[in-house]
């Protein structure tokens, strides 16, 4: 059983910068898709980035495009998400994901949602102000 933990989320001014860290336990040997996706109240979650574990195929959303890059640690296990320039609207809780199966490729070919991914994490208040 795959277990993921968040953290590093907090509050932050426009502008700013974070990074969140997702602990990883209970793999096998595979390779996985990891993702890191944002959710806020009302609202689907939606997808930020992903990663594949086997070979560092990455692809994000067009709104953090230039401004997020998701890399992944194999040796600590662990799945990052440094986010530069920080804006209002990218405030929400954010959740990372992994599974064995979604092909991790081009969005433009299939893009990530949530039920596609088969374990998730409690997820990590990320909090911008104006």
């Known amino acids: 059983q795959v277990q993921l933990v968040e953290s590093g989320g907090d509050s932050v001014q426009a502008g700013g910068s974070l990074r969140l860290s997702c602990a990883a336990s209970?793999?096998?040997?595979?390779?996985?898709?990891m993702a890191w996706f944002r959710q806020t109240p009302g609202k689907e979650r939606e997808g930020v980035a992903t990663?594949?574990?086997?070979?560092?195929?990455?692809d994000y959303a067009d709104s953090v495009k230039g401004r997020f890059t998701i890399s992944h640690d194999k040796a600590k296990n662990t799945l990052y998400l440094q986010m530069n320039s920080l804006k209002p609207e990218d405030t929400a809780m954010y959740y990372c994901?992994?599974?064995?199966?979604?092909?991790?490729?081009?969005?433009?070919?299939?893009?990530?949602?949530?039920?596609?991914?088969?374990?998730w994490g409690q997820g990590t208040q990320v909090s911008v102000s104006s």
């Open positions: 994901a992994a599974d064995p199966l979604f092909p991790c490729t081009s969005w433009n070919l299939i893009p990530p949602r949530g039920t596609d991914f088969r374990y």
């Open positions: 990663m594949y574990t086997g070979g560092g195929s990455t």
């Open positions: 209970g793999y096998t040997d595979s390779s996985y898709c």
